[in-house]
């Protein structure tokens, strides 16, 4: 796979490194002269150029791109590569860094933004995870609505002991995995859940609000078949 990163900073290379491990085809491009051919990335092509400049992106062989990652830590300027690179090239895939929260509204479809990362935010829900067992954290949003919700099971929780298939998430509510003991792990509807899981659930924007409701300790109650639900709250 051929990916473009702009923005040749800490953010940038790390993702290089990342990448170039997993042997893609890497090019950094970045308009400081300092950043360009740092060694700390070896493997990876270079580009001393302005990525918010069409003739940039065209002598980089955007046409035959793959995927364009905006990392730079200027949002404006990771909106302009992203829209150009959709728009004027054609790239199949365009993932955007969001340095300030209060811009996250712009990185859509409209500006070309496949996928948005938003640094706060990662950073924020990490911190949340870590100190917030029992409540609902988001990890990611996804385009159009949906989020990734992160919940680390209380010790207490009746949600320990239940199997996955006998708990009534919301309608657009899926488990996705979770993480036991430090290792991830794809449940089936047989698995039961234990406490201080770490459950990964992908939900539609008008489920996140029931979603965290449900999960609110000391909400849940058995039904006389043994279920576990979020229809049965006391």
């Not at 702009?6 to 400081?32: F, K, Y």
Request: with cysteine; charged share 25%; net charge negative.
């Amino acid at each position: 796979m051929r990916v473009l990163i702009a923005g040749a900073g800490s953010v940038g290379r790390s993702i290089a490194r990342e990448l170039l491990a997993g042997g893609h085809d890497v090019l950094l491009v970045d308009r400081n002269p300092e950043n360009v051919g740092r060694a700390s990335v070896p493997g990876a092509r270079w580009l001393l150029a302005d990525a918010c400049e069409i003739g940039s992106l065209s002598g980089a062989g955007l046409e035959a791109t793959d995927v364009v990652v905006a990392a730079t830590g200027d949002d404006k300027a990771n909106l302009v590569v992203s829209l150009l690179a959709k728009t004027e090239f054609g790239v199949p895939r365009t993932v955007a860094r969001v340095n300030n929260p209060k811009n996250e509204w712009m990185f859509d479809e409209a500006w070309g933004v496949d996928v948005m990362v938003s640094t706060p935010r990662l950073m924020t829900a990490l911190v949340e995870e870590a100190v917030a067992v029992g409540d609902v954290v988001e990890v990611f949003s996804f385009r159009g609505g949906a989020k990734m919700l992160g919940y680390t099971i209380p010790d207490a929780s009746p949600l320990a002991g239940s199997a996955v298939g006998g708990i009534s998430w919301p309608p657009d509510t899926v488990l996705v995995g979770l993480v036991r003991g430090g290792r991830p792990l794809a449940p089936t509807e047989d698995d039961a859940l234990e406490a201080r899981d770490e459950l990964l659930l992908l939900a539609g924007d008008e489920d996140e609000e029931e979603l965290r409701e449900m999960l609110t300790p000391g909400r849940w109650q058995r039904d006389p078949a043994g279920h576990t639900g979020g229809a049965e709250l006391v």
